[in-house]
């Protein structure tokens, strides 16, 4: 049973940055989409961004274009998410998934397809 574990979140003040983390255990990442997930207080989750197993399809949010960056390096098991410019409405619960690659990987994001996998998350709070 894959197992997914996120850190790097934390207080940070608005323009910001942090760079968080996501290892497995149990399984390899390799073969599957990684998705960054977040969910704000009182809101619905939203795909941020997503990387296909080879890194040769990502996808962002608008909200997130030209902030974030995903990227993954499959020897570690490991996906990363560089949070920049970070602003007030970026504060949530960032959460780390994967899916089996059967569908575009923009799809996932987008909520078509579920994630098989999900971390427990880790809060990331904008604030001055």
């Known amino acids: 049973q894959l197992q997914l574990v996120e850190s790097g979140g934390g207080l940070v003040q608005p323009g910001g940055s942090l760079r968080l983390s996501c290892v497995a255990s149990g399984g390899t990442l390799r073969h599957y989409v990684i998705g960054w997930f977040r969910q704000a207080p009182g809101k619905e989750r939203e795909g941020v961004s997503c990387i296909s197993s080879l890194s040769d399809s990502t996808y962002y949010a608008d909200s997130v274009k030209a902030r974030f960056t995903i990227s993954r390096d499959n020897a570690k098991s490991a996906a990363y998410l560089q949070i920049n410019s970070l602003k007030p409405e970026d504060t949530a619960v960032y959460y780390c998934?994967?899916?089996?690659?059967?569908?575009?990987?923009?799809?996932?994001?987008?909520?078509?397809?579920?994630?098989?996998?999900w971390g427990k998350g880790v809060l990331v709070t904008v604030s001055t």
């Open positions: 998934a994967a899916a089996v690659p059967q569908f575009a990987t923009s799809s996932y994001c987008r909520g078509f397809y579920g994630m098989a996998y």
